[in-house]
């Protein structure tokens, strides 16, 4: 995938877990489960149906978005 396409590429469910998992550690520290490559994590979005947190990694061009229900 070129760096100049406008749709990032997706992750598989395992790496959306390993992501989901990273919402919990300190900023900066989470590493893109495909590449290796450091995550960058967007300050979350907050709606009525919750928390909504954009993950993105800037060497495999991927992105992620994860929705954390109020109840959680």
């Known amino acids: 995938m070129s760096r100049d396409d406008d749709t ?13 998992d990273m919402l919990d550690i ?17 300050t979350p979005v ?3 149906r919750g928390r909504m ?3 993105r990694c800037e060497p ?5 978005v994860i929705r954390i229900d109020p109840g959680e």
């Open 8 to 20: 990032p590429l997706t992750y598989s469910a395992e790496e959306m877990r390993r992501i989901h």
């Open 26 to 42: 300190p900023k900066g520290e989470g590493l893109c489960p495909r590449c290796g490559g450091p995550m960058h994590i967007d």
């Open 46 to 48: 907050v709606t009525e």
């Open 53 to 55: 947190f954009q993950l």
């Open 60 to 64: 495999c061009c991927s992105t992620a």
